[in-house]
C-alpha cells in the first residue's frame, strides 16, 4: 500500500472499468507535454511521465502518471494526478502498482552517484522536473552544456513523510558530496502543527535532522515565491544561480551562531508594551502588554478577575484614544502618529475588541462610562440613572461612538469554538487588534466532547496560533480549580488570621494548554480577613516569559465609592484595621470608629489629564522606592 502525503492516510489504488489499471497499461501511454505542470515533452521522456488523453475526445489531457522505483530499480508502479479533479479532491491523487515511502524517490533512477556533485532534493514531481530544466537552461551557451547533467530527485510520497523517506534511501543520497534540499518554501500554522500537518520548512526540519550532515544546505527563496515552479517561471535561471552559487549552510530556525549577532543587537532595549497605569508594578514585571501575546488572568471566584481585566480593558481604551501617556517612552525614539505616541507596531485605526460571556453589551459598556466618569463601574453599570442624567449619559455615549475604538460582541453564555474564532476574525476586519475574552470556561461550558480537558486544550491551541498568526494580543479570564486550603490560625487563640487565597498557575482549571501556551499568567490573589469579608487584592506573576520577573507585584484595595484601584502594598494590620503609617485606613470589624479618611481623587479621564506628566502621580498608584518584588509563597 501507498502513504500519502498527510502521513497515516493511503492513497486509494486507481480502477478503470471497476478494474485496476496496470502498470503495464499505463507504460503504453505517451510522454508528451503536461501544461498543467508546465512540463516539456523532452522532459516528459527523460523522466518517463506518461499521460492519457480523454477517451470522448482523443485530445484532452485528462491525467498523467510519475514513475516509481523500488530500490532494486524496477518500475513497480507510478502515482496518478487527475486533471479534471482539483488538487484538494479525492481522486485528484492516486496510485497504479506500488509507491510506497521505501520507493526510490521521484528521478532517483535517472541519477549518477558522484562524490563531485550536488544532489538537489525538490518537494513533488513538478519541482523536480523545473528543478532540472532551469540548470540546464542555465549552462545553455556555456562550454558546460550538453557535459553536466543535475541530480534532481523529489520526495515519493509527501512532506509528511519527508524524514522516513530519505532514511529509505540514506545511503544513495550520502553518495554525494552535498546535499541542498529546496522543498517548498511554507510552514504550518500552528493549529496544522497541532494536527501533525507539515509543510516545506518542517520537512526541511526533519529531513536535516536525520541527515545530521555538515554538507547539509538550503537556498533563500524570493519574496512570496511558494515552490521551485513558480520561482521557474517567474525569474527563469535565478534558481540555477541561488543552487549553483548561493547555496547556504542550513541552520535550524532559531539555532544561531554568534557571529550571527551584532552588539547593536545585544544593546537593544526591551521592546515597550503598553502600561497598565492602574497596576504600575505589574507594568514594571511584564513590560507592559505587547502584540502576540496571549496573556491569562487566573484567580478564584470572586477574586477580582473580571475587575482586574476591566481596568486592564480601560488601560488599553485610553491608549488607543489618547496614545502613550507621557513619562512612559522616549520621546526621541517613539513611533509618533497623528501627533501621539503609539508602539512601534500600532496600525492606525486599531481597536479594542471584548467578549464578554457572563455580562450583556450594556453593562460592559456601561462600566468603562463609569471609570471614565469616576464612579465604581459596577455601581454604574447597574443603575446609571443614581449617577447621571439622560442628557449626560448621551453626552459621553456620543463622544465614544464618534472616536469608534471599541467593539463588544453581543453574547451571554458558552459558545462553540468554531464559532468563537470566526468572531475574533470577524473583529480583527473591524480593525481589533486587541482582545478581551472573559471568560475561557464559558466557551467549553456543555459543548461537543463533554471532556473539558480536550476542549481547553483544543481552544488554546486555536487561540495562541491566532495571536502569532495575526500579531494581536488577548487578555483571558480563567477559573481555577478548587484546591484545599487551611487558613492560618493564631496560635494562641485558635482564630483565624487574615491570609491571601494561594493561587498556582497549576491551579489552572482543566488542561496544562492553558499554562503552556499562554504568554504571562497573572494571579489575582484576593485577601479575607477574620469576619470573612475580602479585603485587598494582590496581583502575583506566575510566569511571564518577556519580562521573566516572577512573585508578588501589586497590592490593591478597592475604593467603594470610585471602584478605583489604590495601592495597599503598605498597609498593615492591627487587630481590626488596616493601618498605613500609624493612620488607620480601615476598619474591618463590626463596631466601626469614626475615621477621617483623606478623599480618594478620582480621575476623569480627557486627552489633556491623561498625557500630564504628574498623571500617574495623581491616581495615587506610585510606590517610593525600588522595592524588590517578593516572591509569591
Known amino acids: 500500500m501507498s502513504v500519502s502525503a498527510k502521513k497515516g492516510r493511503q492513497l486509494r489504488q486507481y480502477y478503470r472499468h471497476e478494474e485496476p489499471l496496470t502498470v503495464e497499461e499505463v507504460k503504453t501511454f505517451p510522454c508528451v507535454a503536461v501544461p498543467q505542470q508546465d512540463i516539456i515533452k523532452e522532459d516528459?521522456?527523460?523522466?518517463?511521465?506518461?499521460?492519457?488523453?480523454?477517451?470522448?475526445?482523443?485530445?484532452?489531457?485528462?491525467?498523467?502518471?510519475?514513475?516509481?522505483?523500488?530500490?532494486?530499480?524496477?518500475?513497480?508502479?507510478?502515482?496518478?494526478?487527475?486533471?479534471?479533479?482539483?488538487?484538494?479532491?479525492?481522486?485528484?491523487?492516486?496510485?497504479?502498482?506500488?509507491?510506497?515511502?521505501?520507493?526510490?524517490?521521484?528521478?532517483?533512477?535517472?541519477?549518477?552517484?558522484?562524490?563531485?556533485?550536488?544532489i538537489i532534493i525538490a518537494e513533488g514531481e513538478g519541482d523536480t522536473i523545473a528543478a532540472r530544466r532551469d540548470l540546464l537552461n542555465s549552462l545553455k551557451g556555456t562550454k558546460w552544456e550538453?557535459?553536466?547533467?543535475?541530480?534532481?530527485?523529489?520526495?515519493?510520497?509527501?512532506?509528511?513523510?519527508a524524514q522516513q523517506s530519505v532514511a529509505h534511501n540514506e545511503k544513495f543520497i550520502r553518495s554525494f558530496?552535498?546535499?541542498?534540499?529546496?522543498?517548498?518554501?511554507?510552514?504550518?500554522?500552528?493549529?496544522?502543527?497541532?494536527?501533525?500537518?507539515?509543510?516545506?520548512?518542517?520537512?526541511?526540519?526533519?529531513?536535516?535532522?536525520?541527515?545530521?550532515?555538515?554538507e547539509f544546505y538550503v537556498v533563500n527563496f524570493p519574496e512570496e515565491i511558494k515552490d521551485i515552479r513558480q520561482w521557474v517561471a517567474t525569474h527563469p535561471r535565478e534558481f540555477a544561480k541561488a543552487v549553483s552559487f548561493n547555496k547556504i549552510k542550513y541552520s535550524p530556525e532559531k539555532v544561531i551562531s554568534l557571529q550571527e549577532v551584532s552588539v547593536e543587537d545585544l544593546r537593544k532595549k526591551k521592546k515597550?508594551?503598553?502600561?497598565?497605569?492602574?497596576?504600575?508594578?505589574?507594568?514594571?514585571?511584564?513590560?507592559?502588554?505587547?502584540?502576540?501575546?496571549?496573556?491569562?488572568?487566573?484567580?478564584?471566584?470572586?477574586?477580582?478577575?473580571?475587575?482586574?481585566?476591566?481596568?486592564?480593558?480601560?488601560?488599553?481604551?485610553?491608549?488607543?484614544?489618547?496614545?502613550?501617556?507621557?513619562?512612559?517612552?522616549?520621546?526621541?525614539?517613539?513611533?509618533?502618529?497623528?501627533?501621539?505616541?503609539?508602539?512601534?507596531?500600532?496600525?492606525?485605526?486599531?481597536?479594542?475588541?471584548v467578549i464578554r460571556l457572563e455580562e450583556d453589551k450594556?453593562?460592559?459598556?456601561?462600566?468603562?462610562?463609569?471609570?471614565?466618569?469616576?464612579?465604581n463601574p459596577k455601581n454604574f453599570a447597574n443603575d446609571p440613572e443614581a449617577f447621571i442624567?439622560?442628557?449626560?449619559?448621551?453626552?459621553?455615549?456620543?463622544?465614544?461612538?464618534?472616536?469608534?475604538?471599541?467593539?463588544?460582541?453581543?453574547?451571554?453564555?458558552?459558545?462553540?469554538?468554531?464559532?468563537?474564532?470566526?468572531?475574533?476574525?470577524?473583529?480583527?476586519?473591524?480593525?481589533?487588534?486587541?482582545?478581551?475574552?472573559?471568560?475561557?470556561?464559558?466557551?467549553?461550558?456543555?459543548?461537543?466532547?463533554?471532556?473539558?480537558?480536550?476542549?481547553?486544550?483544543i481552544v488554546m491551541t486555536h487561540l495562541a496560533a491566532f495571536c502569532k498568526q495575526h500579531n494581536v494580543t488577548i487578555l483571558m479570564v480563567s477559573h481555577m480549580s478548587r484546591i484545599q486550603f487551611k487558613p492560618p490560625l493564631d496560635k494562641d487563640t485558635g482564630e483565624q488570621l487574615p491570609f491571601f487565597y494561594p493561587v498556582r498557575k497549576e491551579?489552572?482549571?482543566?488542561?496544562?494548554?492553558?499554562?503552556?501556551?499562554?504568554?504571562?499568567?497573572?494571579?489575582?490573589?484576593?485577601?479575607?480577613?477574620?469576619?470573612?469579608?475580602?479585603?485587598?487584592?494582590?496581583?502575583?506573576s506566575l510566569k511571564n516569559r518577556r519580562g521573566k520577573k516572577l512573585?508578588?507585584?501589586?497590592?490593591?484595595w478597592m475604593e467603594e465609592e470610585t471602584g478605583k484601584f489604590v495601592d495597599a502594598s503598605k498597609w498593615e494590620i492591627e487587630g481590626e484595621n488596616y493601618v498605613c503609617q500609624g493612620e488607620v485606613i480601615h476598619c474591618f470589624g463590626e463596631s466601626l470608629p469614626e475615621i477621617n479618611v483623606e478623599p480618594v481623587k478620582t480621575l476623569g479621564v480627557d486627552e489633556q489629564s491623561y498625557q500630564q506628566p504628574d498623571f500617574v502621580l495623581n491616581t495615587g498608584l506610585v510606590v517610593e522606592g525600588d522595592e524588590e518584588i517578593d516572591e509569591p509563597f
Request: hydrophobic residues 35%; aromatic residues 8%; proline residues 3%.
Open 44 to 118: 516528459a521522456e527523460y523522466f518517463g511521465v506518461r499521460s492519457e488523453y480523454s477517451q470522448e475526445d482523443g485530445t484532452t489531457l485528462v491525467a498523467s502518471y510519475f514513475p516509481y522505483y523500488n530500490q532494486d530499480g524496477k518500475l513497480t508502479g507510478y502515482k496518478r494526478r487527475d486533471w479534471t479533479k482539483d488538487k484538494e479532491e479525492h481522486g485528484h491523487f492516486t496510485v497504479v502498482g506500488v509507491v510506497k515511502v521505501s520507493s526510490q524517490m521521484f528521478g532517483q533512477h535517472k541519477c549518477k552517484v558522484d562524490k563531485k556533485s550536488t
Open 177 to 214: 558530496k552535498d546535499i541542498c534540499c529546496v522543498l517548498d518554501n511554507d510552514s504550518a500554522t500552528e493549529v496544522e502543527r497541532a494536527k501533525g500537518v507539515k509543510k516545506g520548512k518542517e520537512g526541511t526540519e526533519d529531513v536535516a535532522a536525520y541527515l545530521l550532515s555538515q
Open 272 to 353: 515597550v508594551g503598553l502600561p497598565l497605569k492602574y497596576f504600575p508594578k505589574l507594568t514594571d514585571t511584564l513590560f507592559g502588554l505587547t502584540s502576540s501575546e496571549l496573556i491569562t488572568v487566573l484567580g478564584p471566584s470572586g477574586s477580582g478577575k473580571s475587575t482586574v481585566t476591566r481596568y486592564m480593558e480601560k488601560d488599553i481604551i485610553d491608549y488607543l484614544r489618547h496614545g502613550l501617556p507621557e513619562g512612559y517612552f522616549d520621546p526621541e525614539s517613539v513611533n509618533m502618529v497623528d501627533g501621539k505616541a503609539r508602539l512601534d507596531d500600532y496600525i492606525k485605526g486599531e481597536k479594542l475588541g
Open 362 to 375: 450594556e453593562e460592559a459598556i456601561n462600566s468603562w462610562y463609569g471609570m471614565e466618569l469616576g464612579y
Open 507 to 540: 491551579n489552572l482549571r482543566g488542561s496544562a494548554s492553558l499554562e503552556q501556551l499562554s504568554w504571562s499568567v497573572i494571579a489575582v490573589e484576593p485577601e479575607e480577613l477574620p469576619n470573612r469579608s475580602r479585603g485587598r487584592v494582590r496581583l502575583v
Open 389 to 457: 442624567d439622560q442628557e449626560q449619559h448621551a453626552a459621553i455615549h456620543k463622544q465614544w461612538q464618534e472616536e469608534d475604538i471599541v467593539r463588544v460582541l453581543d453574547h451571554f453564555g458558552s459558545i462553540p469554538i468554531d464559532e468563537l474564532l470566526n468572531k475574533f476574525k470577524q473583529l480583527m476586519a473591524f480593525g481589533c487588534r486587541w482582545f478581551v475574552l472573559d471568560h475561557i470556561s464559558m466557551v467549553i461550558s456543555g459543548l461537543r466532547t463533554g471532556d473539558e480537558r480536550k476542549e481547553l486544550d
Open 146 to 161: 550538453g557535459k553536466i547533467e543535475p541530480n534532481v530527485i523529489g520526495l515519493n510520497c509527501g512532506v509528511g513523510n
Open 551 to 556: 512573585g508578588n507585584a501589586d497590592t490593591l
